[in-house]
T-cell receptor, first 115, second 113 residues
Framework: AQKITQTQPGMFVQEKEAVTLDCTYD???????LFWYKQPSSGEMIFLIY??????QNATEGRYSLNFQKARKSANLVISASQLGDSAMYFC????????????FGSGTKLNVKP | GAVVSQHPSRVICKSGTSVKIECRSL??????MFWYRQFPKQSLMLMAT?????????EQGVEKDKFLINHASLTLSTLTVTSAHPEDSSFYIC?????????FGPGTRLTVT
């Protein structure tokens, strides 16, 4: 089974609106971490936000928040007040504590912000 | 500033030649280095994992004699694409990790003509 699933190959959002990028995961490890990365056309992987499996609250970092629903095994990224510079590929990733340094990546979502 | 650097950022080489890509951790000691390749509009594909001072562990389907990985120190890992062919053209990106932190390098775009 896929460890990380991103079902939206591409998304459009109007500038200044909010957008949710979906991510579901599969693990039997009770301790794990979930990451979101942004990859602009330059190729660099930009860390956005992290959620630990035992974190009680949803992670937030500026305009980014992670809607963590543990029972549903989902970790959706919410970007508020979209900006043109948010246009990029977004990857969801998971790390299981039993293999701390290994990352599992989703297939990515291409976000296009329209002016 | 950047915590992990890669050099070169872009390289064009002729078919049959070898290319070396360096990945350096600048502010921390990377006990483990991960090398990925990424084709356009696709996700990152893990090629190999290397621990400092040990031989790299390659993922299934990755030719270890073609993609030579060296991790001789806690701050430097190299990936050498030997006898490169056009199908090796790709974006190569490293990730450096310690017990407490991990960072991606900025990537290297390889074009083989």
């Amino acid at each position: 089974a896929q460890k990380i699933t991103q079902t939206q190959p591409g998304m459009f959002v109007q500038e200044k609106e909010a957008v949710t990028l979906d991510c579901t995961y599969d693990t039997s490890d009770p301790s794990y971490g979930l990451f979101w990365y942004k990859q602009p056309s330059s190729g660099e992987m930009i860390f956005l936000i992290y959620q630990g499996s035992y974190d009680q609250q949803n992670a937030t970092e500026g305009r980014y928040s992670l809607n963590f629903q543990k029972a549903r095994k989902s970790a959706n990224l919410v970007i508020s007040a979209s900006q043109l510079g948010d246009s990029a590929m977004y990857f969801c990733a998971m790390r299981e504590d039993q293999n701390f340094n290994k990352f599992y990546f989703g297939s990515g979502t291409k976000l296009n912000v329209k002016p | 500033g950047a915590v992990v650097s890669q050099h070169p950022s872009r390289v064009i080489c002729k078919s049959g030649t070898s290319v070396k890509i360096e990945c350096r951790s600048l502010d921390f000691q990377a006990t483990t280095m991960f090398w990925y390749r990424q084709f356009p509009k696709q996700s990152l594909m893990l090629m190999a994992t290397s621990n400092e001072g040990s031989k790299a562990t390659y993922e299934q389907g990755v030719e270890k004699d073609k993609f030579l990985i060296n991790h001789a120190s806690l701050t430097l890992s190299t990936l050498t694409v030997t006898s490169a062919h056009p199908e090796d053209s790709s974006f190569y990106i490293c990730r450096a990790a310690s017990s407490y932190e991990q960072y991606f390098g900025p990537g290297t775009r390889l074009t083989v003509t």
